[in-house]
């Protein structure tokens, strides 16, 4: 059971928009920054989002992230079928002093 | 460029042990907190264990924890994870990436190393 919250599974279709919640507690989500990881089959993890909002040199703008509370989110935008993988919440847990991760969404572009 | 490049991996007996190794170039490796994080067969990302730039503090997940040693060792870019006791749960690639303390990020993975706990 991980202590982040993800939905298991979210597709569109190419082109359109896709959200992915994050749920997790005071102790994380609500008081730590939020990252966010892409994971294409057989290949190691790949920062996408950090810092909430910020994307690191070579991430296009069409992947975004945001924070409310307890709560983060990755949006994509202008879906392509090379965005099927799985994306992964992940940040600190201040109570735990563990670094925390949800348990994944697997994206398919239908 | 950065790189990190994990080694050590194999297949260990039940109750038996493993030394990880994550080598680090293209950064100044002594700057840098770094992390160990698993993924098993199927599974999700679980994060392991976490070092500070000068050895303290060091955490770890409860399921590793008295088990599992980290360690570093700045004058040879390199961080190591000691696995004792290892048990099949702990089956897994286990990845070694670079972490921002302030700003709670892994920016930087190795493409990992597999372990396998079978007898």
């Known amino acids: 059971q991980s202590v982040l919250t993800q939905p298991p599974s979210v597709s569109a279709a190419p082109g359109q928009k896709v959200t992915i919640s994050c749920s997790g507690s005071?102790?994380?989500?609500?008081?730590?920054?939020v990252s966010w990881y892409q994971q294409l089959p057989g290949t190691a993890p790949k920062l996408l989002i950090y810092e909430i909002n910020k994307r690191p040199s070579g991430i296009p703008d069409r992947f975004s992230g945001s924070k409310s509370g307890t709560s983060a989110t990755l949006g994509i935008t202008g879906l392509q079928t090379g965005d099927e993988a799985d994306y992964y919440c992940g940040t600190w847990d201040s109570s735990l002093n563990a670094g925390v991760f949800g348990g994944g969404t697997k994206l398919t572009v239908l | 460029e950065v790189q990190l490049v994990e080694s050590g991996g194999g297949l260990v007996q039940p109750g038996g042990s493993l030394r990880l190794s994550c080598a680090v170039s293209g950064l100044t490796f002594s700057t840098y907190s770094m992390n160990w994080v698993r993924q098993a067969p199927g599974k999700g990302l679980e994060w392991v264990s976490y070092i500070s730039t000068r050895n303290s503090p060091i955490y770890y997940a409860d399921s590793v924890k008295g088990r599992f040693t980290i360690s570093r060792d700045n004058a040879k870019n390199s961080l190591y994870l000691q696995m004792n006791s290892l048990r099949a749960e702990d089956t897994a690639v286990y990845y070694c990436?670079?972490?921002?303390?302030?700003?709670?990020?892994?920016?930087?993975w190795g493409k990992g190393t597999t372990v396998t706990v079978s007898s």
């Open positions: 005071s102790s994380n989500v609500g008081s730590n920054f």
């Open positions: 990436a670079r972490f921002w303390d302030t700003t709670v990020y892994m920016d930087v």
